[in-house]
């Protein structure tokens, strides 16, 4: 069965401190597809980045990271330097190239203290 | 720039009554999606489509709710008759069966049964 798993259900951290949020998925599937979602207070869902399980390059965008290791299932994601704005819930999801249906974490609650 | 739209983007309601949610996806996306998110639950899939087909419903409780695509600019998403416990955040997404197999996400119907 696929599932994806957010240990983390809510952090806090103070601004300017780096944060990571961890994503661990299950699949027996070779091909598949891992993705970061955002979710601010305003309720949308903002896609953050996808991956597929061929390229496991590490992979930066500004204050955002992601280290994606197929020997452990995970695709963590890292805040640098976190600003007040980061404050969402972020949610990991995982595809399988034989399907549809998007499977999503429960979501890790983010909050940046000023 | 494209998004997928959803109407209305709030709804309150009794309970008992219908509800009709729409859903107009990205122009040129082939495959409509439906999710619930719950506190409990969080994102859940409840049906899709592909040309218009449905092509997955399990996830969506058969006896009060319907999904349809009347027409490839437009999806529907009907409670008949609505209960408290479908109170919830209805997103639609779209999207391409190849890749990169992304889902594009509206900003969701904030519905509430009284």
């Known amino acids: 069965a696929q599932k994806v798993t957010q240990a983390q259900t809510e952090i806090s951290v103070v601004e300017k401190e780096d944060v990571t949020l961890d994503c661990v998925y299950e699949t027996r599937d070779t091909t598949y597809y891992l993705f970061w979602y955002k979710q601010p207070p305003s309720g949308e869902l903002v896609f953050l980045i996808r991956?597929?399980?061929?390229?496991?390059q590490n992979e930066i965008s500004g204050r955002y990271s992601w280290n994606f290791q197929k020997s452990t299932s995970s695709f963590n994601f890292t805040i640098t330097a976190s600003q007040v704005v980061d404050s969402a819930v972020y949610f990991c999801?995982?595809?399988?190239?034989?399907?549809?249906?998007?499977?999503f974490g429960k979501g890790t609650r983010l909050h940046i203290l000023p | 720039d494209a998004r997928v739209t959803q109407t209305p983007r709030h709804k309150v309601t009794e309970m008992g009554q219908e509800v009709t949610m729409r859903c107009q996806p990205i122009?040129?996306?082939?495959?409509v999606f439906w999710y619930r998110q719950t506190m409990m639950q969080g994102l859940e899939l409840l049906a899709y489509?592909?040309?218009?087909?449905?092509?997955?419903d399990s996830g969506m409780p058969k006896d009060r709710f319907s999904a349809e695509m009347p027409d490839a600019t437009l999806a529907t998403l009907k409670i008949q008759p609505s209960e408290p416990r479908d109170s919830a955040v209805y997103f639609c997404?779209?999207?391409?069966?190849?890749?990169?197999?992304?889902?594009?996400f509206g900003p969701g119907t904030r519905l509430t049964v009284l």
């Open positions: 122009l040129g996306h082939n495959t």
């Open positions: 991956r597929n399980s061929f390229d496991e």
């Open positions: 997404a779209s999207g391409l069966p190849q890749v990169p197999r992304q889902q594009f």
């Open positions: 489509f592909r040309n218009r087909a449905p092509l997955d």
């Open positions: 999801a995982l595809l399988m190239n034989r399907d549809d249906k998007i499977i």
